[in-house]
């Protein structure tokens, strides 16, 4: 166990938000993270695990001590005729994990290309595009629980999956490190391509044969065209979630804005995001160092050296405006430290 002092999370967070730990160390296996997670707690200091970093704003310096997960490894712990069903460490890379299910042609995770982070955090907020999120796909998960330090096991329904939503980030909330996640994954693929965009792309490059490598591929071409690069600008991808909103609002505003998108889901309609800060006109806006993203409005940016709360406030500016003028309430997905 190695741990560092004053450690800057700039290189540790996709914003790229220079804030500093008071303390710092990376988990590589169990008992350097139940050896951490002793220490923080001998010292009565704040504890906070970091995968990728790609979906926290650093609004301040953390006064405790971050544990970066660095739990890795692939196993496969069952398989039938047509199913697999795969451990994964809570370490290892998202698209790396989807890049190897890919090799093997495992099918299930192809729509989920390029999501930047870890396999730890992926149940966290049960990631999803393109149609697709982890819970199809998810078996259980194990966990190391903060206070016992015992492992324990959550299957799907224990997780209590919602769209980017999880017990984890509400009644379980800095409870739990998540160790690895079990996926069943298929050997015969049933390939997604509801989603518009996938078909219009396989379409543009001519592709006839629909295996899930070419999903993927059509995927990441999207992903790239439309989202910015973290390593280019700082950013945590979508910032607030899309909105559910009820029938009788979406058609009350459906008079005032003709063109507001929506699709309905279970409890309402639901209306993208981007759209709502589009045309509160937030899009392209810049304020010196952070921003909204020139093509896409549900990205929030750092160009360079701007601050959390720099970022944090503009997303509270975002959430007022569209509340003014649609009476809808905008929630982040980003988590705030
Ligand atoms: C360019 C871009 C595009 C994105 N696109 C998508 C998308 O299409 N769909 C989508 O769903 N998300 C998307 N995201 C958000 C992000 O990639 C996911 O939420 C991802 O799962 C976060 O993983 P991470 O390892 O970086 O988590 P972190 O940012 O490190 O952590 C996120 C939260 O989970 C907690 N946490 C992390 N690891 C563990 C663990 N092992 N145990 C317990 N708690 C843990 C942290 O404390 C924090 O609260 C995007 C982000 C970016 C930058």
């Given at each position: 166990m190695k741990i560092i002092e004053?450690?800057?999370?700039?290189?540790?967070?996709?914003?790229?938000i220079d804030k500093k730990s008071r303390f710092f160390t990376q988990a590589g296996d169990l008992d350097s993270l139940k050896k951490s997670l002793l220490?923080?707690?001998?010292?009565?200091?704040?504890?906070?695990?970091?995968g990728g970093g790609s979906n926290v704003l650093l609004t301040q310096d953390f006064p405790?001590?971050?544990?970066?997960?660095?739990?890795?490894?692939?196993?496969?712990?069952?398989?039938?005729?047509?199913?697999?069903?795969?451990?994964?460490?809570?370490?290892?890379?998202?698209?790396?994990?989807?890049?190897?299910?890919?090799?093997?042609?495992?099918?299930?995770?192809?729509?989920?290309?390029?999501?930047?982070g870890t396999v730890g955090?992926?149940?966290?907020?049960?990631?999803?595009?393109?149609?697709v999120e982890i819970k199809e796909v998810f078996e259980s998960l194990n966990a190391l629980d903060r206070e016992s330090l015992d492992i324990v096991s959550f299957d799907s329904e224990a997780c209590q999956?919602?769209?980017?939503?999880?017990?984890?980030?509400?009644?379980l909330k800095d409870r739990y490190v998540i160790t690895s996640v079990v996926f069943r994954l298929q050997k015969e693929p049933k390939i997604n391509v509801e989603y518009g965009a996938i078909q219009e792309t396989l379409k543009k490059n001519g592709v006839k044969d629909l295996t899930i490598q070419a999903v993927s591929d059509a995927v990441v071409e999207i992903r790239r065209s439309k989202l910015p690069d973290p390593r280019e600008i700082g950013n945590a991808g979508s910032f607030f979630k899309n909105p559910t909103i009820s029938h009788e609002q979406f058609?009350?505003?459906?008079?005032?804005?003709?063109?507001?998108?929506?699709?309905p889901v279970d409890s309402g309609v639901k209306v993208p995001a981007g759209w709502l800060i589009e045309q509160a006109g937030w899009k392209g806006k810049k304020f010196g160092e952070v921003g909204v993203h020139a093509k896409q409005a549900l990205v929030l940016v750092n160009y360079g050296n701007g601050d959390g709360k720099a970022?944090?406030?503009?997303?509270?500016?975002?959430?007022?405006?569209?509340?003014e003028k649609f009476g809808i309430q905008l929630s982040p997905e980003v988590n705030f430290i």
């Open positions: 004053n450690h800057s999370l700039k290189a540790f967070n996709t914003f790229g220490w923080a707690r001998e010292k009565g200091l704040q504890v906070l695990i970091l405790g001590l971050v544990i970066k997960i660095e739990l890795k490894g692939i196993q496969v712990i069952q398989e039938t005729s047509d199913e697999i069903w795969v451990e994964v460490g809570a370490g290892e890379n998202w698209h790396d994990w989807v890049l190897y299910a890919l090799k093997h042609n495992w099918a299930g995770i192809e729509n989920l290309s390029l999501i930047p955090a992926s149940p966290m907020q049960n990631i999803g595009a393109y149609g999956f919602g769209y980017r939503e999880s017990i984890f980030k509400h009644e058609k009350s505003l459906k008079t005032d804005f003709p063109s507001i998108p929506g699709y970022i944090q406030e503009l997303a509270q500016k975002i959430q007022d405006s569209v509340l």
